[in-house]
């Protein structure tokens, strides 16, 4: 049986409804093993969110039965300046970086999914009508496509799904919590991948590739 994990959710550091150890407990109710907190960030906050967020989840992670890593998801930022806040948010301390890809419910500049994979990210967060030059890339540079639970983020988990399996590219299942409920737990994340088309291997492979994640981010 895989492991619970998310690898994208908020807190009140962004647009979330929770402190981070509220957040991280309710994702432990759900059956969750580890999570990173991974919050909206641009070049007006990055160095305010990432020194807070390690100190508060080393303290939950020694103090709870959930790990917790801390990260943060660039988001509406200029295609242009991604490569650079990738580099800054590794430097800070980030051991996951995900870019609020080209979702089809919200403006996000045009190029942010190509910008993204040349950056190097960890992974490419909801990324809607995703080209196959792009998932190609995405591949060579070992980068974690999103399917996610999320409303509206979802309308094109069947497409993502779909070039993934094309270019053989690596997927991942996160939550993009952002309030109380959002944590869905195993049932209803095993059902939203096979409503997105993913066969019962290809979901097993899918939870383990979070966990080769958070190995590489611990390492």
Same mark, same amino acid.
């Given at each position: 049986? &895989? ?9 009140? &550091? ?17 059956? %969750? ?56 948010? *590794? ?27 040349? =950056? ?23 980068? &974690? ?5 999320? *409303?509206?983020?979802? &309308? ?7 070039? =993934? *399996? ?16 959002? %944590? ?31 190995? *590489? =981010?611990? =390492?």
């Amino acid at each position: 049986m &895989f492991e619970m994990i998310d690898l994208h959710t908020h807190s009140i &550091f962004s647009d979330g409804e929770l402190i981070p150890s509220e957040s991280a407990q309710r994702a432990s109710a759900a059956g %969750y093993k580890t999570i990173a907190i991974t919050d909206h960030a641009d070049c007006s906050n990055i160095d305010f969110i990432l020194p807070r967020m390690i100190k508060v989840c080393a303290k939950i992670t020694e103090k709870s039965k959930i790990r917790v890593l801390p990260g943060l998801e660039l988001t509406h930022v200029d295609p242009s300046d991604l490569a650079l806040l990738v580099m800054e948010a *590794r430097k800070l301390g980030a051991k996951i970086v995900v870019v609020h890809g080209e979702t089809l419910t919200e403006p996000v500049p045009a190029g942010t999914n190509l910008a993204a994979i040349k =950056a190097g990210v960890d992974i490419l967060a909801h990324p809607g009508l995703i080209t196959e030059e792009e998932v190609n890339l995405a591949v060579q540079k070992g980068i &974690f496509l999103e399917i996610t639970t999320r *409303r509206g983020h979802s &309308f094109s988990n069947g497409h993502v799904v779909q070039m =993934a *399996r094309k270019c053989n590219a690596q997927l991942v299942l996160n939550n993009d919590a952002h309030a109380p409920g959002d %944590y869905v737990g195993r049932t209803m994340a095993t059902n939203i991948a096979r409503g997105a088309g993913l066969s019962e291997k290809e979901i097993i492979i899918m939870f383990e590739n979070s966990k080769k994640i958070v190995q *590489r =981010a611990s =390492a």
